[in-house]
């Protein structure tokens, strides 16, 4: 159990549409951080939120935004969506600040996202 | 070529054998954090290391960073099928921990 929670566990929707994932965070963790992870691949960063802003961004386009909100609580919008964004979406979080870099991220069990 | 290489890609061993996992990046290495994955789930985290030389070990799982040759290595002595999943390295390579890259992650099956 790390602490972290997203919902919804999973999701399919179609190509054009767009989806809202949302991720909790333990109490006290300031920086979330989100994750794409394609079938058979590692996890790659999409973006980072520190104090409810941006604080960092992957190579990924516009349509990928997020909110962070001060109860802890995140989420993660993709607009337009694509066949390709069919994955495991991984939200991370920690204590402290986003360059603090002796404490780690704790994910959640991810939201598996289906695009047909 | 990808910023983080691990090797192998997959791995079948029977139960109590040792095995090693590698981990090489083309990057500097500010941090190297291993996660274990059980197939479609959160990641859990195991050790992270930081310095040079460093080596971290928890129950029968030993993981050490080569900071000169920018690689890290998780050795599991004795597997058991408890040990079975997925294995990922994530490396800090800008600075910010919280902007991993990571490997393609090693299968590992542990026959009993």
């Known amino acids: 159990e790390t602490g972290v929670t997203q919902s919804p566990t999973h999701l399919i929707k179609t190509r054009g549409q767009q989806v809202t994932l949302r991720c909790s965070s333990q109490s006290g963790h300031n920086t979330v951080s989100w994750y794409q992870q394609a079938l058979g691949q590692g996890p790659q960063f999409i973006f980072q939120?520190?104090?409810?802003?941006?604080?960092g961004r992957g190579n990924f386009p516009p349509r990928f935004s997020g909110l962070q909100f001060p109860n802890y609580s995140s989420e993660l919008n993709v607009n337009a969506l694509e066949l390709d964004d069919s994955a495991l979406y991984l939200c991370?979080?920690?204590?402290?600040?986003?360059?603090?870099?002796?404490?780690?991220?704790?994910f959640g069990p991810g939201t598996r996202l289906l695009v047909l | 070529s990808q910023e983080l290489e691990q090797s192998p890609q997959s791995l079948i061993v029977q139960e109590g054998k040792n095995l090693t996992i590698n981990c090489t990046s083309s990057?500097?290495?500010?941090?190297l954090y291993w996660y274990k994955q059980k197939y479609g789930e959160g990641l859990i985290f195991l050790m992270m290391?930081?310095?040079?030389?460093e080596e971290k070990s928890h129950e029968k799982i030993t993981a050490k960073l080569d900071e000169k040759k920018q690689q890290s290595s998780l050795h599991i002595t004795a597997s058991q099928p408890s040990h079975a999943g997925i294995y990922l390295c994530?490396?800090?390579?800008?600075?910010?921990?919280?902007?991993?890259?990571f490997g393609s992650g090693t299968q590992l099956t542990v026959l009993p």
């Open positions: 994530g490396a800090d390579t800008s600075g910010s921990a919280r902007q991993l890259t």
């Open positions: 939120y520190y104090r409810e802003e941006e604080n």
């Open positions: 990057k500097t290495l500010y941090g």
């Open positions: 991370a979080s920690s204590p402290g600040t986003p360059h603090r870099s002796q404490e780690t991220q704790y």
């Open positions: 290391l930081q310095k040079g030389g």
